[in-house]
């Protein structure tokens, strides 16, 4: 088993910076990849960044290229979303998810909501413009 608890989220102006954290319980969380997805009002969920369980792979949307990095600390069990020029349409509740242990994601599947197994309550982030 594995929890997962997001934190960081807030209110901020356009162009500020906030940084997510995904903190996980649970022993084979570091063989774990981690996906961070995000879900606006009325929206559909939507892929956001993912990193592999050794952190040798990272992947980001498009539409946070150039913005956002994720990066993990597997001694700390932690993912952490740095979200960098933050826009309006940035705001959205977001929130992390776990894979499968020790599966090495390919890029469609690593953007699927439906192949991870674990999740977190998420996180709201508001960005005013």
């Known amino acids: 088993q594995v929890q997962l608890v997001e934190s960081g989220g807030g209110l901020v102006q356009a162009g500020d910076s906030l940084r997510l954290s995904c903190a996980a319980s649970?022993?084979?969380?570091?063989?774990?990849?981690v996906g961070w997805f995000r879900q606006a009002h009325g929206k559909e969920r939507e892929f956001v960044a993912y990193?592999?369980?050794?952190?040798?792979?990272?992947d980001v949307a498009d539409s946070v290229k150039g913005r956002f990095t994720i990066s993990r600390d597997n001694a700390k069990n932690t993912v952490t979303l740095q979200m960098n020029s933050l826009k309006p349409e940035d705001t959205a509740v977001y929130s992390c998810a776990a894979g499968r242990a020790g599966y090495v994601y390919g890029s469609n599947d690593a953007s699927n909501p439906d192949e991870y197994d674990y999740w977190g309550q998420g996180t709201q982030v508001t960005v005013s413009s």
């Open positions: 990193i592999s369980w050794t952190g040798s792979r990272t």
């Open positions: 649970g022993r084979t969380f570091s063989s774990r990849a």
